[in-house]
């Protein structure tokens, strides 16, 4: 089973406008209405590809119910910690004359400590029951930057495997909790290592420093041209085709399902990331954020290259 963590859960709300105007009234071609957060854009891929998901984290109000509600078609069980307090929006404005993104995130409500507490007592309860745990994105207010550091804490000690998927303080200090995997982008391995990070070269060697910290794998995203993973079987790049991506939110989300799913299944290292690429690249073909085809996903399979470097 794998088991994702959403602290601070959404209605993913993605409008879909001919030409988006600023401060013009704008008519909405399409709308759809999605549960989101980074933790569920990784629950609905893994539960896609066939396996048992289980998701928790903080859910609020009516808006809460949704989210819960319309996990139920993905097959995945909800767990979440329930609040008085509504449960944020997220709005994506898709421009479909000059191909543009705009994203408007809400913050949330305000966790207390009494809650993080109590949402703690039902976590230690849900992770013995799995062999995989993916914590992504952000923190209601409230939560320092110590949050996942403790939930990685308490995977650790339980003897899973576990994923964090973060920025800033929450990933600075989660890591010192030794996670087995994280995915940072270029501006995250600069603010661990210090390192300019200009060159693969130089990525990949501040890739190591993050590894021989205590990291198991280290994924780094190259856009377009794949990924690198390294680990102490040594470094890898995926090299993904060439595509005509529709919605890249939440790839990398889907990425992270792939990486969940490798861990579960214990497959290899390269099969991992080359399951990890196909589920990301075949989301992006899809207008639905953390949702792939699994025609899309088993075509780009085999045109996935991973080279040892």
Same mark, same amino acid.
């Given at each position: 089973?794998?088991?994702?963590?959403?602290?601070?859960?959404?209605?993913?709300?993605?409008?879909?406008?001919?030409?988006?105007?600023?401060?013009?009234?704008?008519?909405?071609?399409?709308?759809?209405?999605?549960?989101?957060?980074?933790?569920?854009?990784?629950?609905?891929?893994?539960?896609?590809?066939?396996?048992?998901?289980?998701?928790?984290?903080?859910?609020?109000?009516?808006?809460?119910?949704?989210?819960?509600?319309?996990?139920?078609?993905?097959?995945?069980?909800?767990?979440?910690?329930?609040?008085?307090?509504?449960?944020?929006?997220?709005?994506?404005?898709?421009?479909?004359?000059?191909?543009?993104?705009?994203?408007?995130?809400?913050?949330?409500?305000?966790?207390?400590?009494?809650?993080?507490?109590?949402?703690?007592?039902?976590?230690?309860?849900?992770?013995?029951?799995?062999?995989?745990?993916?914590?992504?994105?952000?923190?209601?207010?409230?939560?320092?930057?110590? *949050?996942?550091?403790?939930?990685?804490?308490?995977?650790? $000690?339980? &003897?899973?495997? #576990?994923?964090? @998927?973060?920025?800033?303080? =929450?990933?600075?200090?989660?890591?010192?909790?030794?996670?087995?995997?994280?995915?940072?982008?270029?501006?995250?391995?600069?603010?661990?290592?210090?390192?300019?990070?200009?060159?693969?070269?130089?990525?990949?060697?501040?890739?190591?420093?993050?590894?021989?910290?205590?990291?198991?794998?280290?994924?780094?995203?190259?856009?377009?041209?794949?990924?690198?993973?390294?680990?102490?079987?040594?470094?890898?790049?995926?090299?993904?085709?060439?595509?005509?991506?529709?919605?890249?939110?939440?790839?990398?989300?889907?990425?992270?399902?792939?990486?969940?799913?490798?861990?579960?299944?214990?497959?290899?290292?390269?099969?991992?990331?080359?399951?990890?690429? *196909?589920?990301?690249?075949?989301?992006?073909?899809?207008? $639905?954020? &953390?949702?792939? #085809?699994?025609? @899309?996903?088993?075509?780009? =399979?085999?045109?996935?290259?991973?080279?040892?470097?």
């Amino acid at each position: 089973m794998i088991l994702t963590v959403t602290l601070n859960a959404a209605i993913d709300k993605r409008y879909v406008v001919k030409e988006f105007q600023v401060g013009e009234v704008n008519r909405v071609a399409e709308c759809t209405y999605t549960p989101g957060g980074k933790g569920l854009n990784v629950s609905k891929p893994a539960s896609i590809a066939g396996a048992e998901v289980v998701a928790t984290g903080f859910a609020g109000g009516h808006a809460g119910n949704y989210i819960v509600d319309s996990l139920e078609p993905f097959g995945i069980k909800s767990e979440f910690y329930h609040m008085e307090a509504e449960s944020r929006s997220c709005i994506n404005i898709w421009d479909q004359k000059n191909h543009v993104q705009t994203e408007f995130l809400e913050p949330g409500f305000t966790v207390s400590e009494k809650d993080f507490e109590g949402f703690c007592k039902k976590f230690k309860t849900l992770v013995p029951k799995a062999d995989v745990v993916a914590m992504s994105g952000s923190v209601p207010k409230g939560l320092d930057g110590t *949050a996942y550091q403790k939930l990685v804490s308490i995977v650790k $000690e339980a &003897g899973k495997k #576990v994923i964090l @998927d973060t920025s800033g303080k =929450l990933l600075e200090l989660g890591i010192e909790a030794k996670p087995t995997m994280v995915k940072p982008n270029i501006d995250e391995i600069r603010m661990l290592t210090g390192s300019h990070c200009d060159t693969r070269e130089e990525l990949i060697e501040a890739g190591k420093k993050i590894h021989k910290a205590g990291i198991e794998i280290v994924v780094i995203s190259l856009g377009a041209d794949g990924s690198l993973l390294i680990c102490t079987d040594g470094v890898y790049q995926a090299i993904v085709p060439r595509i005509d991506a529709v919605n890249t939110v939440g790839c990398g989300d889907s990425m992270i399902a792939g990486f969940a799913l490798g861990f579960e299944r214990r497959l290899s290292v390269q099969e991992t990331l080359r399951l990890a690429s *196909a589920i990301s690249a075949s989301a992006a073909l899809r207008e $639905e954020t &953390g949702f792939f #085809v699994k025609e @899309d996903m088993e075509r780009i =399979l085999p045109q996935i290259e991973i080279k040892k470097l």
